[in-house]
């Protein structure tokens, strides 16, 4: 297949000597990021997509896309791609089958999932399997849309060949499909890394963590620890997905249901990603980067001197001075799991791996600390709830922006979001051993825009003491957010890092934070009836705890003072 598509031009031939199995792909110029504005869920009823999702009617969208799809394949050839997601072995394990007349598709899918056999096993023994269908048709924006149908569990994917809008098995089938039968079964699947952390005895922490799209999770989900911290190490499950299951044991497990990284390129580098650096140099498909003269490829924040010149990701002549990208900003890697260096030996236990850290992060110049922890369950289904972050270039629109994004997961919930928090509280009833729920903000910036956390390998740093604070140590003081770091808890000694800054990575500003709660309240109450009582309920405490605390005429002795350790 991969000989095919070097004929049919889906790759491009890069020197194998230098980049053994790699090939480059071109996307159509239109056709370079999720459309979220195009992509709907299909329930009979419109109330059970919720205020956040777009929703067409299902007789609509099948007559709808059926006439794009009419005719659309006619000359090429269609693929036909069993797909199991999870491991073989594994009771949580679910298989799909995508038909696609996109051979780059194809391809990707086999690095992607588990394609094939195991796939096609699973279907005799279950009976049952995801249907997807996908066709590139002509690749028309005004006749691309993403249409998912749970009742039928099926997608109707037509007009786009990227990543998300094409690869039914990710977001379509893992997330969108499989959160509402996880919620009807009691699970959960979401938009986590998972990873473990060991520790110089050995002992291994494992945390999910949920960041919106091109937020930090493959990056933190293979991290290298820097020299100073040497007898920490990061273990591999996932990067973008999780299933998570309760155990017989009362623990929260999780399941990593891809076989492959589909990773945003720019910015990866020796000196921040060196795990991706090596993963990606053997049998990985580039998307969109620029190539160079010697057939090998290019992006900015590689880390390397640009080319003198190349052919940039539209295949246009490009040089240094072009001023103009040289890889889209939402270029990407395709990379078999198998080929990360940090890959876990857990990564295919068919149970998962026991978690104890839940961690929800975001792009957030200001407001947000560097970590906080939350007072419960509860607290942190609030915090998860509460989440914004700046949208990035994985999505068409704008980059940059502010949005809420509960739980990495405003365009990937398929389902109404107020019930989809009601399942977050249903699940801790049932969690009898509970993962403790952080926030994490690696993007803070100054008064010059410049980021004041170093990010990537440093923020092991931040893992310990999340991963201290799961073992009952790592001190904290009490803020009205949560618990953060008591000062001398994070290891800041190798960097140079000012003490102002330090503390404003770490600090609280009550007043600006109670407007925040205001503006989380207003966007919870778009839920309606749909909002548990739960999180309004923690939303007025939080205002309450921080009114306390910003109110200048109160006097001292009810303000709010830190109190000392947990
Ligand atoms: P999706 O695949 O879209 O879900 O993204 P992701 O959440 O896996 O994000 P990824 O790790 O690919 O990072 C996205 C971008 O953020 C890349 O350009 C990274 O270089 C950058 N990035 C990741 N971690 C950090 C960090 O700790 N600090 C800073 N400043 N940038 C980071
Ligand atoms: C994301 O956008 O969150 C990704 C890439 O992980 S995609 O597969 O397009 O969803
Ligand atoms: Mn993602």
Redesign the pocket.
């Known amino acids: 297949m991969t000989r095919q598509a070097l004929k049919t031009g889906d790759l491009i031939e890069l020197d194998q000597r230098v980049l053994p199995g790699c090939h480059l792909h071109r996307s159509a110029l239109n056709d370079v ?2 459309t979220e504005d195009l992509t709907f869920i299909c329930t009979p009823k419109r109330e059970d997509a919720g205020p956040t999702n777009n929703w067409m009617a299902p007789a609509d969208a099948y007559a709808r896309l059926g006439a794009i799809f009419d005719g659309s394949m006619r000359g090429r050839t269609m693929y036909v791609v069993p797909h199991l997601m999870g491991p073989a072995d594994s009771p949580h394990s679910r298989a799909g089958i995508e038909l696609t007349d996109s051979l780059y598709v194809a391809l990707s899918m086999g690095i992607m999932t588990r394609v094939g056999r195991p796939a096609l096993d699973r279907i005799d023994a279950a009976g049952d399997f995801v249907r997807g269908l996908h066709s590139k048709a002509d690749l028309n924006p005004s006749r691309r849309f993403i249409c998912h149908f749970p009742e039928e569990q099926t997608i109707w994917s037509v007009g786009s060949g ?4 094409a ?1 039914l098995s ?2 379509c089938f893992a997330l969108r499909l499989a959160g509402p039968v996880g919620r009807r079964e009691g699970w959960m699947a979401e ?1 986590m890394l998972i990873m473990g952390l060991e520790d110089p005895d050995g002992r291994v922490t494992y945390m999910a963590a949920a960041f ?3 937020c930090g ?1 493959t990056n933190l989900a293979m991290l290298e620890p820097p020299m100073s911290q040497m007898g920490f190490r990061v273990w591999t499950i996932g990067d ?1 997905i999780a299933w998570l299951h309760v155990g017989d044991d009362g623990r929260l497990w999780a399941l990593n249901p891809e076989a492959g990284f ?3 390129v720019p910015g990866t580098s020796q000196a921040t990603n060196p795990n991706a650096m090596r993963m990606i140099g053997r049998d990985t498909i580039f998307t969109n980067v620029l190539e160079t003269p010697e057939h090998t490829v290019w992006w900015e924040g590689m880390g390397v001197e640009p080319p003198s010149r190349g052919l940039d990701w539209r295949s246009q002549e490009w040089n240094p001075g072009s001023g103009s990208k040289g890889a889209h900003p ?1 270029s ?1 890697f395709t990379a078999p799991t198998r080929n990360c260096p940090t890959i876990s030996p857990e990564w295919q236990n068919p149970r998962g791996v026991p978690i104890s850290a839940i961690l929800f992060g975001g792009r957030r110049a200001r407001l947000a600390p560097l970590v906080y922890e939350a007072f419960g369950w509860a607290h942190g289904v609030y915090i998860g709830a509460a989440m914004a972050s700046e949208t ?1 270039a ?2 068409t629109g704008q980059v940059g922006v502010v949005r809420r994004d509960p739980m ?1 997961m405003l ?2 919930c398929g389902y109404n979001m107020g019930d989809y928090f009601a399942h977050w509280l249903e699940m801790g009833r049932r969690i009898r051993v509970k993962p403790r729920i952080f926030n994490v903000n690696w993007f803070r910036v100054n008064a010059q825009g410049e980021y004041m956390w170093p990010g990537y390998g440093e923020n092991i740093r931040v893992l310990r003491w999340i991963a201290e604070r799961c073992r009952g140590k790592g001190q904290a003081v009490e803020t009205p957010v949560g618990f953060v770091p008591a000062e001398g808890s994070i290891d800041f000694d190798a960097l140079d890092i000012p003490a102002e800054t330090r503390q404003e990575l770490l600090g609280i500003d009550p007043a600006a934070w109670l407007d925040e709660a205001e503006a989380v309240e207003v966007f919870l109450r778009t839920f309606d009836d749909c909002l548990p009582t739960a999180v309004l309920a923690e939303s007025e405490k939080l205002r309450r705890r921080l009114a306390r605390q910003s109110a200048p005429a109160l006097p001292a002795s009810q303000a709010w003072q830190p109190t000392s350790t947990r």
């Open positions: 990021a999720r990227y990543g998300g809008n690869l990710k977001k938009h919106p799209s091109a999770k973008d589909f990773g945003v939402n990407r990035t994985a999505a990495a365009p990937f």
